[in-house]
């Protein structure tokens, strides 16, 4: 079967911005620092021919993007809340240059609003909603719009155009059916582009399955795409993956694990870290901070080096409140656990949550520093559309009413959507910048912290660059609110 020339593409955006973290994080960071693709790498590796792109981690100016994309036939942009704007007019500029061009969107963001995002631009010619993997495959064999269930799109008429929605493509289920996406990131990408500052470098992230059981308000991709079933791949596909990577991609020094939460199934997770064993790799993954003792240990026995833990706060009835599945004594327990077997932990923490007050901003901060992650990072609690938290923000008027929410700010850093009656979005904001100092500015983490330097030039070239970034940052976040 033929295939329209295809391209998946990152599109030119704020610098150091990287939307590719989904719900996590869809803005600037302290650090820069870059993500796969990968919600893209995985329709790539199922269209022959085609290529992704990856912008904003090239470095490519918008120009540049355009000159290159606009010789394709078909163009599919992934975009979220903060970047769909620059995205938009990025596709407008696109289908400028080459009108014939089919060009569309997938993420989240057009999942949940598809007539909005497709009236927003009449330059977007459809939107993905669910799951888009077969979707993009479909398109790229040039089957008529009408018939591809899963998108919306526009259909030109006499009357001007009409906004048509096609009927919902169904869950995958045999996740074992979509092909690796390793092969991908080796063939299109530079892998010495992405870098996160927790993590051996260079790295390589995966996902073993999609979906997450939690129900956390706040978290996007399964309220929107993924969903609140665990639907994974087998143990040997996953370390086949692994296989394939060491033999393929030997600079290669760290695998990531990017499920939601790996450990969710701990028969399985233990299963494939033995087998990580076997392979003599070194990996980390997302873990909540529930893991028993036991399946701490087997994970680090083979090869476990790093979890990426979300605490979120240190206040119990936030959690309740956001409905996280996790109380502050067993995080504290899973912390113990974690530093007797010598795990190191990236613990992520979210200001603003409903609930938040002065006092609660000052318990999560002693709740950091008692834990003590080896690395932290502060984001502020960011209503996206599709989520419980959006529903609770418009449904309480914490949120500006009819109003255009802003999460991110024109140079792409973060903002503090919520207020309450009894807390400002502007100390949300700055509790940021004190929660930062406050876990950082101590004796004994800039010790901890020299002490690794010490131990590798690399490792010291590297805690500098990032000692310069994130000293901007906090100048920068504490200049600036709009």
């Known amino acids: 079967m033929s295939h329209l020339k295809t391209l998946f593409l990152q599109a030119p955006s704020f610098d150091g911005f990287d939307g590719g973290a989904g719900s996590r994080y869809q803005a600037k960071r302290e650090i820069r620092s870059f993500w796969y693709p990968t919600w893209l790498a995985q329709p790539a590796a199922l269209v022959p021919g085609s290529r992704l792109l990856d912008a904003p981690a090239d470095g490519l100016t918008v120009e540049q993007a355009l000159d290159i994309a606009s010789a394709y036939e078909l163009v599919i942009i992934h975009t979220s809340t903060p970047s769909f704007p620059s995205d938009a007019r990025f596709t407008e500029l696109l289908k400028a240059r080459n009108p014939t061009l089919l060009a569309g969107m997938v993420g989240a963001k057009v999942a949940v609003d598809p007539g909005g995002s497709l009236r927003a631009s009449r330059a977007i010619d459809f939107v993905a909603r669910e799951e888009f993997d077969y979707t993009c495959r479909e398109l790229a064999e040039g089957r008529p719009l009408a018939d591809i269930d899963g998108i919306s799109w526009r259909e030109a008429g006499a009357g001007g155009d009409a906004i048509r929605h096609n009927p919902p493509r169904a869950m995958l289920e045999d996740m074992d059916a979509l092909p690796f996406v390793a092969p991908v990131y080796r063939r299109d990408l530079n892998i010495r582009n992405y870098f996160i500052g927790y993590l051996n470098y260079p790295y390589v992230s995966l996902y073993t399955g999609r979906g997450c059981r939690s129900r956390c308000t706040f978290c996007l991709w399964p309220q929107t795409v993924g969903g609140h079933r665990y639907r994974t791949r087998s143990s040997e596909n996953v370390l086949a993956e692994v296989r394939w990577i060491k033999e393929n991609m030997p600079e290669v020094k760290e695998i990531m694990f990017d499920d939601d939460t790996f450990t969710d199934f701990r028969p399985r997770a233990e299963e494939i870290a033995r087998g990580l064993g076997e392979l003599g790799v070194t990996w980390s993954c997302n ?20 979890l990426l833990v979300g605490y979120e706060s240190g206040d119990d009835q936030i959690l309740l409140n956001i409905k996280k599945g996790l109380r502050t004594d067993i995080a504290r327990r899973f912390a113990a656990d974690c530093r007797q077997l010598g795990i190191t932990v990236h613990g992520t923490f979210i200001l603003g949550l409903p609930g938040e007050t002065r006092e609660t901003i000052a318990k999560s901060i002693a709740f ?40 991110v700010n024109e140079s792409g850093v973060q903002l503090a959507a919520l207020s309450y009656p009894h807390l ?26 020299v002490s690794e330097m010490a131990g590798s030039w690399e490792m010291t070239r590297r805690r500098l660059r990032e000692g310069v970034e994130f000293f901007h940052f906090l100048r920068a976040h504490g200049a600036t609110h709009s």
């Open 424 to 449: 400002s979005s502007e100390e949300i904001y700055h509790g940021l910048e004190q929660f930062y100092r406050s876990f950082y500015f101590r004796p004994s983490k800039i010790w901890e912290i």
């Open 287 to 306: 873990a909540k901070a529930n893991v028993p003792y036991s399946t701490l240990k087997i994970m680090k026995e083979n090869g476990l080096r790093l």
């Open 368 to 407: 950091a520093k008692e834990i003590n992650p080896h690395t932290i990072q502060v984001s502020l609690a960011a209503p996206y559309p599709g989520t419980r938290l959006y529903e609770q923000a418009v449904e309480n008027e914490w949120i500006p009413p009819n109003k255009t929410i802003h999460l």
